[in-house]
């Protein structure tokens, strides 16, 4: 049995990725826990609204908390009553310790973290990727899942591959995690900006690897910026579809996955990312 995070603002309840969460767990028969975090930074009032005649107004203060405990509470409870609708195992986390620190916790126990693309745990800015899902995407120990609002189950999954080891890592650990689908087709990518008549590294390794989990792959090369043009091929697929991805701004591993690559798809294409480190 598999262990499945899935991370939730539980004052911006994201029901997209509890229905992705649930659906996943269903279908591999895995415990899923719904990670609530509470950090002491994180409040969605503003200050400005708690000043009364003679300063901060305690009353407003103690109103704005319980408004927000309330808040915290009937996303808990959306949370149980999905998971108990459909039957599966599940238990819930609301650690009160620095957000990213607590996510980050929690990705040293699970097999996967699952989160909305544009979850902030944050009320100043909203360039995507934020903040909170770099440093996630940088430090986690286990496999983490973008969710795009739009998607439920892909149509599609495409797997970014450079012939380096951290790309055919990440592509081994998306077959152990997610069965084929009947109505998913799959196709490995590969760019160069050097040569238009270059030829996929190591073809027939890949493919052998590729065919043993998804026969009937697509392999697809293409020319030009690697950068933008991974990004506008991706994008041209449109919603429904899902990315694999190799380490994040740990300059090692493959040039598919410095962030500006990575932060590209996060923020122009309606897709999910899924990124996983080879350490």
């Not at 899935?6 to 996943?24: Q, W």
């Not at 026969?215 to 690697?226: D, F, L, M, N, V």
């Not at 932060?263 to 899924?274: F, M, P, R, T, V």
Request: aromatic residues 10%; proline residues 4%; hydrophobic residues 40%.
């Amino acid at each position: 049995m598999k262990r499945i995070a899935a991370v939730f603002d539980g004052l911006d309840f994201a029901g997209s990725t509890m229905d992705f969460a649930i659906g996943y767990c269903k279908k591999s028969d895995a415990h899923l826990v719904g990670v609530f975090p509470e950090s002491f930074l994180y409040h969605e009032y503003d200050f400005a609204e708690l000043l009364g005649k003679n300063g901060i107004s305690a009353v407003k203060i103690r109103h704005a908390i319980m408004k927000e405990a309330e808040k915290r509470t009937r996303s808990r409870k959306l949370f149980a009553d999905g998971c108990k609708k459909e039957k599966i195992s599940y238990s819930i986390s609301h650690p009160e310790g620095i957000t990213i620190d607590e996510v980050l916790k929690e990705s040293t126990f699970a097999d996967i973290i699952l989160i909305a693309k544009d979850e902030t745990f944050s009320t100043i800015g909203t360039q995507l990727p934020s903040t909170f899902t770099r440093q996630l995407l940088s430090d986690s120990r286990c496999p983490v899942l973008l969710l795009d609002e739009s998607i439920e189950n892909p149509s599609r999954v495409v797997l970014l591959y450079d012939g380096k080891p951290g790309s055919v890592y990440a592509i081994k650990l998306f077959f152990s995690l997610f069965t084929a689908g009947q109505d998913t087709s799959t196709e490995v990518l590969y760019v160069t900006s050097s040569d238009q008549n270059a030829e996929i590294p190591d073809f027939e390794k890949i493919k052998a690897l590729v065919e043993c989990h998804r026969q009937g792959a697509i392999y697809t090369c293409i020319s030009g910026p690697e950068k933008q043009s991974a990004i506008d091929y991706v994008q041209r697929l449109g919603p429904g579809t899902l990315t694999v991805a190799g380490a994040y701004g740990r300059g090692s591993t493959s040039r598919w996955f410095i962030p500006s690559i990575a932060d590209g798809l996060i923020a122009q294409c309606k897709c999910s990312l899924l990124v996983a480190h080879n350490r």
